[in-house]
């Protein structure tokens, strides 16, 4: 099989010209709202604090300090359990999200799928609070459910349990956010091509696998980048549901920043989280730029 | 209608709205001057407190503003803006207090200002390095162990009970941020260290961490309220507005007349910023609020005890008013700099330590 390969496509000036301009009020906004205060930050993870005192003092010495004291073991565990807590939770999202946006795209009448689309959106829109504190009410340690649960034999106190319930939080929130990402790749599949593979012997289920997925699989990624991106940066499931014993680390940002006042060790830490958050994002970007361009 | 817009019709209005809005603008400053107050207040009873405190008067009206968080929430945010502050006062403690007095953020208090201030305690008063009076206290509370005397699985009668097994998941524990860690400055006490000598705190943390006993890590004050008043957890340690809300419907044990354990003592009080201009009027306000009346209706409605000396203790405030020889005995007043001074290492203990064994 041959490689259709790239051309380069030559933009003349009006082109150029109408991209500033399509371009340039996002990245105005991107420039002011996103590039200054991150700019800020660096300047600031980079200063001495003064314990005792509101942020850095004025002319503080430069340090790398605030970068240095996150090599340990301690802000190495928080890192970890941010990351597995938010991974499992994004992956058990697509697991559910799959299968749904498919049913919605293929089973269901266009009424139905209307209505649907609806409850999904209202579920996004819908206050984050509200659904965390209606988890922590069902399945917290004096939830509804508490009785089934010791009987399952699982001790409501347990730190097992605590993460359980912070994963199912985080994946109340991941399904109708990849959900709707699932369903605009499905309504591009033509449903003729898993129709000819049953029609010429394939189960259902090796139609799906050799067909749905494959076809979907650059939304699913990008489905799976959007979920984990929100699961490690939420702030308020991991505060609620984890009753102060699962520390993510936007809550550990929160307490520099906020309860504390060391705005140099909480603009590292930013930074560091940044940095590995994007690290995972671009390696899961080449991985799957590379298996499309194979 | 778009359509008919001509250029001069468009920079007439948007004239015609740069007008308006700088006219806003100066009725906004107007109002302000004229005795329109921002305030920091804490939620709950406290605030409720105050705004019938403010029924009372007709000299200045209210935006109410709440704590989020902590008392050292507010910090970053009057930082952040700073010196153009939005609030007029903020409500703390010694915790925050002591910061803003480092900062330079709160006005000197003349006391011929706030002539209300001569019933208040002098020595509990706080004062910067000159001496000048920086906040105005209006109360005391009190920051202790306690129980739910009917969910409690034993009756703790010592700090070392909170490591009894039948404790399991009952214990409600503050966060690293609350309190200013005065709960580990506790066991430190309790194990022979203090606020300058924490390794027993820690050592003993360490071991309660280790056993399992620790229910909930409460990170704001309603998490403990909720915690206590849901029956998830039945002993902790916490401010006095917390035990009071939970003790509103169930029976509450508070240690704080035993030997075997400590009371932390702070005070509530007014912190008058800078640079605002309603200076005049705040003053008056923090003057009429702590007169004996409103000092006593403070204490009736907030749960804290008033510290107008001619102001009215009410009956459920006992456990907290205390003889000089019940103060010496129950009550540790810590060096509030020492303890503010390594809240940012305390943290780090904390998260590195305590928060992996939880």
């Given at each position: 099989?041959?490689k259709?390969r790239r051309?380069?496509v030559?933009i ?16 105005l906004?991107f ?7 991150l700019?800020?930050?660096a300047i600031e ?5 003064t ?9 503080a010495?430069?340090?790398v300090?605030?970068?240095?004291e996150l090599?340990?073991q301690?802000?190495a ?5 941010t ?6 939770a994004?992956?058990?999202g697509?697991l ?7 049913f919605?795209v ?8 209307t ?10 829109l819908?206050?984050v ?6 988890i922590?009410l ?8 508490r ?16 993460n359980?319930v912070v ?5 109340h929130?991941i ?20 129709d000819?593979a049953q ?6 289920w ?12 650059p939304?699913l990624?990008?489905s799976?980048l959007v ?8 702030f ?10 699962v ?22 830490i930013?930074?560091?989280?940044l ?5 995972v994002?671009?390696?899961i ?5 590379r298996?499309?361009s194979? | ?5 001509t ?5 007439g209005?948007?004239a015609?709205a740069?007008?308006a809005?700088?006219?806003?603008g100066f009725a906004?400053?107007a ?5 329109n107050?921002?305030?920091v207040e804490?939620?709950?009873?406290v605030?409720?407190a105050?705004?019938?405190i403010a ?16 008392a050292?929430a507010?910090?970053p945010k009057?930082?952040?803006?700073w010196p ?11 915790g925050?207090f ?14 011929a ?8 305690p ?10 000048n009076i920086?906040?105005?206290p ?7 162990f306690g ?6 699985p034993?009756?703790v009668?010592?700090?070392?009970d909170l ?6 998941g009952?214990?409600c524990?503050?966060?690293?941020t609350q309190s ?13 260290g ?5 390794e027993?705190?820690?050592?003993l ?10 229910g ?17 957890t039945?002993?902790g ?8 809300a939970?003790?509103k419907?169930?029976?509450?044990t508070r ?20 640079n605002?201009?309603n200076?005049k009027a705040t ?13 006593s209706l ?6 804290e005890a008033?510290?107008n ?6 009956d459920?405030?006992k456990?907290?008013?205390f003889t000089s ?7 540790y ?6 303890v503010?001074?390594?809240q940012?290492?305390?943290s780090k203990?904390?998260?590195q ?6």
């Amino acid at each position: 099989m041959t490689k259709v390969r790239r051309q380069p496509v030559a933009i003349s000036i009006p082109d150029r010209r109408d991209a500033a301009l399509t371009l340039g009020p996002a990245l105005l906004v991107f420039a002011f709202g996103f590039l200054s205060p991150l700019i800020n930050l660096a300047i600031e993870s980079l200063k001495e604090f003064t314990p005792g005192r509101v942020g850095s003092v004025e002319n503080a010495a430069a340090t790398v300090q605030n970068y240095y004291e996150l090599a340990n073991q301690a802000f190495a565990s928080v890192l970890l359990t941010t990351f597995w807590i938010g991974g499992v939770a994004a992956i058990i999202g697509q697991l559910v999200a799959f299968p749904l946006a498919y049913f919605i795209v293929r089973r269901i009448s266009p009424r139905m799928r209307t209505l649907t689309l609806g409850f999904l959106i209202t579920l996004v829109l819908s206050s984050v609070l509200i659904k965390t504190y209606a988890i922590e009410l069902t399945f917290g340690s004096v939830g509804i459910f508490r009785p089934f649960l010791l009987t399952l034999g699982l001790f409501p106190n347990s730190r097992e349990y605590i993460n359980i319930v912070v994963i199912a939080g985080l994946v109340h929130s991941i399904i109708p956010v990849a959900t709707l990402t699932l369903i605009g790749a499905m309504q591009s599949i033509d449903p003729r091509l898993l129709d000819a593979a049953q029609s010429l012997g394939a189960p259902g289920w090796k139609a799906h696998l050799s067909i749905t997925l494959p076809l979907s699989f650059p939304a699913l990624v990008s489905s799976t980048l959007v979920s984990l991106t929100f699961a490690i940066s939420a702030f308020v499931i991991p505060m609620v549901l984890g009753r102060g014993r699962v520390l993510f680390m936007s809550n550990v940002i929160y307490t520099r920043f906020s309860d504390i006042a060391n705005y140099p060790s909480g603009a590292a830490i930013s930074l560091v989280m940044l940095a590995v958050a994007l690290a995972v994002v671009a390696v899961i970007t080449f991985a799957q730029a590379r298996r499309v361009s194979r | 209608m778009l359509h008919d817009m001509t250029r001069r019709r468009f920079l007439g209005s948007a004239a015609a709205a740069g007008i308006a809005g700088t006219m806003t603008g100066f009725a906004r400053s107007a109002a302000a001057g004229s005795g329109n107050l921002t305030a920091v207040e804490w939620g709950g009873d406290v605030v409720e407190a105050m705004k019938q405190i403010a029924a009372d008067q007709n000299a200045a009206t209210f935006n109410w503003v709440l704590h989020q968080g902590g008392a050292g929430a507010i910090l970053p945010k009057i930082k952040a803006v700073w010196p153009n502050v939005d609030y007029d006062y903020v409500a703390g403690w010694e915790g925050s207090f002591n910061s803003m007095v480092k900062e330079d953020w709160l006005e000197t208090i003349n006391p011929a200002d706030v002539p209300n201030l001569a019933n208040i305690p002098e020595k509990i008063i706080i004062r910067d390095g000159k001496g000048n009076i920086k906040a105005v206290p209006r109360a005391v509370g009190g920051m202790y162990f306690g129980a739910r005397t009917d969910t409690a699985p034993i009756a703790v009668k010592t700090i070392d009970d909170l490591l009894s097994p039948d404790l399991k998941g009952a214990i409600c524990w503050p966060g690293p941020t609350q309190s200013m860690m005065l709960q580990i400055v506790a066991l430190a006490l309790h194990a022979g260290g203090s606020e300058t000598n924490m390794e027993p705190g820690w050592k003993l943390m360490t071991e309660l961490a280790k056993s399992g006993n620790i229910g909930r890590v409460a990170v704001t004050d309603i998490d403990f309220t909720n915690s206590l008043t849901s029956g998830e957890t039945s002993v902790g340690f916490f401010a006095e507005p917390g035990w009071a809300a939970v003790a509103k419907n169930f029976p509450v044990t508070r240690f704080t007349k035993d030997s075997n354990f400590k009371a932390f003592l702070y005070q509530s009080g007014f912190g008058v910023l800078k640079n605002r201009p309603n200076t005049k009027a705040t003053l008056d306000f923090v003057n009429f609020a702590i007169s004996p009346d409103m000092n006593s209706l403070y204490a009736k409605v907030a749960g804290e005890a008033p510290l107008n000396s001619k102001a009215v203790t009410p009956d459920n405030l006992k456990h907290l008013s205390f003889t000089s020889d019940e103060f010496s005995s129950f009550v540790y007043v810590p060096d509030y700099n020492a303890v503010l001074e390594q809240q940012d290492a305390w943290s780090k203990r904390w998260e590195q330590d305590i928060a992996p064994l939880l």
